[in-house]
Nanobody, 128 residues
Framework: VQLQASGGGLVQAGGSLRLSCAAS????????MGWFRQAPGKERDFVAA????????YYAESQKGRFTISRDNGKNTVYLQMNKLKPEDTAVYYC??????????????????????WGQGTQVTVSS
């Protein structure tokens, strides 16, 4: 699976962005998909994950109520709608595919090493 993330940019605090991640290959619909982010000098942190069907989602606590992950298996694309952005959301955002992850509720869905395929990342900068 090859992943291509897009949609990042510069936005003011309180604004919104929608990230997209287009996948090529046959394993997209059979993979749990996740979004992670990494700020300079920090570890790569979990943001959200979505089940293979799109029916179940899981979010990091700080993103609940502000971010929404979704997917379109017909278009091989996963999305991250980000609202009410804060300066602390500034980071490079990565999408990832985890064909071996069992469920989004599992701890494995929240750690980077569970994911086998990664996109190149897209920069999100939130100004105060």
């Amino acid at each position: 699976v090859q992943l291509q993330a897009s949609g990042g940019g510069l936005v003011q605090a309180g604004g919104s962005l929608r990230l997209s991640c287009a996948a090529s290959g046959r394993t997209f619909s059979s993979s749990v998909m996740g979004w992670f982010r990494q700020a300079p000098g920090k570890e790569r942190d979990f943001v959200a994950a979505i089940s293979r069907s799109g029916g179940t989602t899981y979010y990091a606590e700080s993103q609940k109520g502000r971010f929404t992950i979704s997917r379109d298996n017909g278009k091989n694309t996963v999305y991250l709608q980000m609202n009410k952005l804060k300066p602390e959301d500034t980071a490079v955002y990565y999408c990832a595919a985890g064909p071996s992850i069992t469920t989004v509720q599992a701890l494995g869905a929240r750690v980077p090493y569970s994911y086998d395929y990664w996109g190149q990342g897209t920069q999100v900068t939130v100004s105060s």
